[in-house]
Structure formats: structure tokens, C-alpha cells
């Protein structure tokens, strides 16, 4: 069992940053990706960016450049925003996996809003 706590959403102004955290605790060692996602109002679930425990990244191309996901330990992956646009205005959420897992992260966090407006 993972749980997973998202912080660090708010209301931040176009062009701004901010930076998400994922705190993970319980079977730590068998989360093989994490990964976060958004979702706005009438859309579905993106995934947004994600890191293996071998640290390969991957981004939506929409973000590339904007947002970098990062692993301190083996506890906590950060998502840092910067240059935010209204767009991108979403609940995120962070999710975490295991190996041999087949349909898709397996561990979600709550999530936590993150607003972008003037």
C-alpha cells in the first residue's frame, strides 16, 4: 500500500511559478514511476509528466520547457512550474506505480488545485 499527499497548489499570476510536491510513504521500494496529472472540467485525466525509478523523464510536449519533474528520494517528487499560463488551470494529481502493473498507476494522491489568474 502507497499513499500518496500532493501540496503546493494555489492561485499564482500568469507568468508565474510554482512548485507541487508528492509525499509518498509506505511500500516506498515497490513504486517503480510516478507521475503527475491534470484534469479540468469536462476533459480527462492528462498525464503531465512522469519519472522511473531509473529517473528517465518524460513531459507532454505542451509543457516541455515549463514544467521539470524531479525525484529528492525515494519519498518525494516535485513538479516545478514556471511561465504559467490560464490553461493551465487544473486539479493535479500525483500517481505512482509498481512493476507488472497493467492498468495504469495504481496509487492516487487527492490532488491540489493549482489556479492561474490575474
Known amino acids: 500500500q502507497v499513499q500518496l499527499v500532493e501540496s503546493g497548489g494555489g492561485l499564482v499570476q500568469p507568468g508565474g511559478s510554482l512548485r507541487l510536491s508528492c509525499a509518498a510513504s509506505g511500500s516506498i521500494r515497490d513504486i517503480s514511476a510516478m507521475g503527475w496529472f491534470r484534469q479540468v472540467p469536462g476533459k480527462q485525466r492528462d498525464l503531465v509528466a512522469a519519472i522511473s525509478r531509473g529517473g528517465s523523464t518524460y513531459y507532454v510536449d505542451f509543457v516541455k520547457g515549463a514544467f521539470t519533474i524531479s525525484r529528492d528520494d525515494a519519498n518525494t517528487v516535485q513538479l516545478q512550474m514556471t511561465g504559467l499560463k490560464p490553461e493551465d488551470t487544473a486539479v493535479y494529481y500525483c500517481?505512482?506505480?509498481?512493476?507488472?502493473?497493467?492498468?495504469?498507476?495504481?496509487?492516487w494522491g487527492q490532488g491540489t488545485q493549482v489556479t492561474v489568474s490575474s
Open positions: 500517481a505512482a506505480t509498481i512493476p507488472g502493473w497493467d492498468l495504469g498507476y495504481k496509487y
